[in-house]
C-alpha cells in the first residue's frame, strides 16, 4: 500500500518528452549507464560527496544494480536494461539530485546508435519521501535507488506498450 501511494505520487512529477520507441523489439537488450557525475548528492558534488562518505565508490556500483534491477523487475521482460555495451541501443540515466533520506531525482534518455532520442523523460523520482527513513546515507540510497528504478520501469513499459 506504502509504495502504491509512492509510486501514485511521483507519477504526477514525471514529464516524457519524446517517445519513438516503436523501432525496439519486444524483449530487446538495452545498455544502461548511470550518470552522477553532475548530480548534488546530499547537498555535495560527486567528488564532495565522496571524500565525505568514504563506501561512495565501493556502493556505488551496488545502487547502480538496484537501480538497474528496479527498472528490470517493473518492466518484467517487455525490455532489459544491463551492461550491454554492444546493443544498438543506449539508456543514459542522469542523476540531477540525491535528497537527504537518499530519494533519488533524474532524468532518463533512450537512444540509438545513430545517437536519435527515442525516449526521453524528466524528473523521475521514487515519490514522497518518509519523515524518517532508518540506515546510513549510502543504505538510504540502495533502497531509494530500487524504488526509483521501479517508478522509472513503470512509465517506460506503459510509453512502450502505448505504442
Do not use: H
Not at 18 to 47: C, H, Q, R, T, W
Not at 84 to 96: H, L, R
Not at 98 to 104: E, K, M, P, W, Y
Request: one cysteine or more.
Amino acid at each position: 500500500m506504502v509504495a502504491m501511494c509512492l509510486f501514485s505520487l511521483a507519477a504526477n512529477a514525471q514529464e516524457v518528452t519524446v517517445k519513438e520507441m516503436s523501432d525496439i523489439k519486444p524483449g530487446s537488450k538495452i545498455n544502461y549507464i548511470l550518470d552522477f557525475s553532475e548530480a548534488s548528492i546530499m547537498g555535495m558534488n560527486e567528488k564532495d560527496f565522496s571524500n565525505y562518505e568514504s563506501d561512495w565508490q565501493k556502493d556505488k556500483p551496488t545502487i547502480s544494480g538496484r537501480f538497474q534491477k528496479g527498472v528490470n523487475n517493473r518492466l518484467g521482460g517487455v525490455l532489459t536494461f544491463g551492461y550491454y555495451t554492444d546493443s544498438p541501443y543506449t539508456m543514459k540515466v542522469k542523476v540531477k539530485t540525491v535528497t537527504d533520506v537518499g530519494n533519488i531525482y533524474c532524468d532518463a534518455v533512450i537512444t540509438n546508435k545513430e545517437g536519435k532520442v527515442l525516449f526521453s523523460v524528466k524528473n523521475v523520482n521514487g515519490g514522497a519521501e518518509p519523515p524518517l527513513l532508518p540506515g546510513t546515507k549510502l543504505a538510504k540510497m540502495k533502497i531509494w535507488a530500487q524504488i526509483t528504478g521501479r517508478v522509472l520501469g513503470g512509465i517506460i513499459k506503459s510509453e512502450y506498450l502505448s505504442q
